[in-house]
């Protein structure tokens, strides 16, 4: 079935730092891709999203590129801030009737001043 | 105005209890979700109803009665609960079906001792 798999964390890095968190997928047709953020003691929040390949997405200074070539969406930015601590999910969902969205397992970020 | 709103936030609760947790939404989204997070951030989806239809019934023991009674709101019902229904149960919404844009409320913490 479809997947997504993130790299394991906790990630750990100081102030304006270089972030990549690796996502991969497996999907049947071409999935649609997301990054969500889920700030402590909140819901999960639209990060940004790429539909097709080649597609960039990006906001807040995040950036991630569909790669259909190796089935990745990586996620980076390139100065993270302490506000950037927060939990990443990946996601995707397909054009399938009936299917919602599939997460990775998440992967913690904590950055320190 | 929160835009997709739960309750209660927190639950404490004996085993063998039942419970619901309520969602609205204000957002005039037609399809509703309920995932459940666990201990480890897992996210994964348990129902999706649109328009008040049922579409997505995953694996979910029946115990977890989902109710819609309008478009807007999307409730869930728990029998009978068990030390493993302790969760974060998040609801989120979006404006169509088989989109990956989805608003999440903050999520209704229930601990079953």
């Known amino acids: 079935g479809d997947s997504v798999t993130q790299m394991e964390g906790p990630v750990t890095l100081s102030e304006e730092a270089f972030l990549t968190i690796n996502c991969t997928y497996t999907?049947?047709?071409?999935?649609?891709l997301f990054w969500y953020v889920q700030y402590p003691g909140e819901g999960l929040q639209l990060l940004l999203k790429a539909t097709k390949a080649d597609d960039k997405g990006s906001n807040k200074g995040f950036e991630a590129t569909y790669r259909k070539e190796t089935t990745s969406f990586h996620l980076e930015k390139g100065s993270v801030q302490v506000s950037d601590s927060a939990v990443y999910f990946c996601a995707l969902i397909t054009n399938q009737a009936g299917t919602a969205l599939i997460f990775g397992k998440g992967t913690t970020l904590s950055v320190s001043s | 105005d929160t835009a997709v709103s739960q309750t209660p936030k927190y639950l404490v609760t004996q085993m063998g209890n039942d419970k619901s947790i309520k969602c609205e939404q204000n957002?005039?989204?037609?399809?509703m979700y309920w995932y459940k997070q666990d201990s480890k951030k897992f996210l994964k989806i348990m129902f999706s109803y649109n328009n008040k239809e049922l579409i997505i019934n995953e694996t979910v023991p029946n115990r977890f009665s989902p109710k819609s009674p309008d478009k807007a709101h999307l409730n869930l019902h728990i029998n009978s609960l068990e030390l493993g229904d302790s969760a974060v149960y998040f609801c989120a919404s979006s404006s169509i079906t088989n989109t990956g844009e989805l608003f999440f409320g903050e999520g209704s913490r229930l601990t079953v001792l």
């Open positions: 999907a049947t047709g071409y999935p649609s």
């Open positions: 957002l005039g989204h037609d399809t």
